[in-house]
């Protein structure tokens, strides 16, 4: 067993079971970040060419179509700064397509609504079959594993792709970038990495009670190959080449946008808000805002100091997370009494259900080696 360490330039630790350091106390996300993601990307700074190129590649070969690009929004800040910077910056006809998986907070559907409206572009809402996400989200809780935020993912994503394939729309930007999430949340803290049909179908027939007709799951095997080389889906993130920092970004956003930040990362949805803040760390023992604060740090955008601060408290009260395990179980259809048994039982890993993780880690492997995929990915 590990001996608790924490990293001397982070705040990731070895509640990341694989987490490697060296002599220095380093960690393999710092060094990792240090030698292949920063030399090439460098805060984004000088790459303002290579955007407009790509903005330029994407007019030319979407002239006449209706759209350039569509865009996932969530009303978070990383997909709203991508959709301004697709509008604005790199001049682009996007279309802004939203999941509604049943979970969206008050604050995020205030933020979409303010800034399709203020940057005059369309906006499509795909809506979830309410009856059959409840049912796998309780099968995924059944299940014990620290992914319960899978379903969710599966809608959105999947959504998103079938949209942009059924519609002929081949560019997908989307809000991932380095600024902001260069440490990536390690997969034994429920960040597993992609959607994996055989596992979700196999969570849902031990645990599901109704057949899933309509809810969208489009496997990883199937995007990565058939989407990507057969339709020709191109996926582009602007982030990584703009500089772009968390507070003047919202600062941006506010000022022009009418839009307002959130307390943390991932608080436009409700569910994941309580799965993040509560059900991860007090039920698995794993805290992702230290990976979201490595990130901060790391591109200096936080201080470790500050970071330590942060982690040592809980983001939200115990009233609050008390009131939202009871609302939570409520529009599950579970009372507290079996959420709180299902809380209580004993955890698992995806290793306990059928999956292809080993499809998963090959193509990972093989990105990585080809410098497609540059954060460390395990």
């Known amino acids: 067993m590990k001996q608790d360490q924490i990293c001397t330039k982070t705040v990731m630790d070895t509640t ?31 790459k303002l060419d290579e955007l407009m190129k790509v903005a330029g590649k994407i007019k030319k070969h979407r002239k006449g179509k209706d759209f350039d690009c569509i865009i996932g929004i969530s009303g978070g800040l990383d997909s709203s700064y991508a959709l ?75 959504s998103l792709y079938a949209f942009a394939k059924k519609h002929k729309i081949e560019y997908v930007i989307t809000g991932g970038n380095y600024s902001t999430e260069c440490c990536r949340e390690p997969e034994d803290w429920g960040a597993y990495p992609g959607i994996d049909k055989k596992l979700i179908l196999d969570i849902h ?66 569910f994941t808000r309580f799965f993040e803040d509560f059900w991860l760390p007090k039920k698995f023992g794993f805290d992702r805002r230290k990976a979201h604060f490595s990130s901060l740090i790391m591109t200096n955008q936080m201080t470790r100091e500050n970071a ?14 008390d009131k939202e395990f009871g609302y939570i ?3 599950l259809d579970l009372n507290r009494e079996e959420l709180q048994l299902i809380f209580d039982g004993e955890n698992r890993t995806f290793r306990d259900y059928r999956n292809k993780k080993w ?15 540059k954060r460390l990915f395990r």
């Open 205 to 270: 027939k031990k645990f599901g009670k109704i057949k899933l007709k309509t809810f969208p799951i489009i496997d990883i095997v199937k995007y990565k190959i058939y989407y990507k080389y057969v339709f020709g889906l191109n996926v582009f993130k602007p982030l990584n080449y703009i500089v772009y920092e968390k507070e003047s970004a919202e600062k941006l956003l506010s000022e022009k946008l009418d839009w307002k930040p959130f307390k943390h990362k991932h608080h436009e949805s409700r």
């Open 16 to 46: 990341d079971p694989t987490i490697i350091f060296n002599e220095r106390g380093e960690s393999d996300h710092y060094t990792n970040f240090q030698q292949n993601i920063l030399p090439d990307w460098n805060f984004g700074e000088g």
């Open 359 to 373: 499809f998963i880690d090959l193509g990972s492997k093989i990105l990585s080696r080809i410098g497609v995929e």
């Open 329 to 331: 179980a409520d529009k």
């Open 308 to 321: 330590l601060k942060k982690i040592a408290e809980t983001e939200l009260s115990a009233d609050f997370h």
């Open 84 to 158: 301004y910077v697709a509008k604005e910056i790199m001049g682009l006809r996007p279309l802004a397509f939203h999941v509604d998986a049943g979970w969206n907070t008050d604050h995020a559907v205030k933020n979409i609504e303010s800034i399709v409206k203020n940057l005059n572009v369309d906006l499509y809402t795909e809506v979830i079959n309410w009856e059959e996400m409840k049912d796998l989200q309780v099968s995924f809780l059944r299940s014990q594993i620290p992914d319960q935020d899978l379903p969710q993912d599966i809608a959105f994503f999947s």
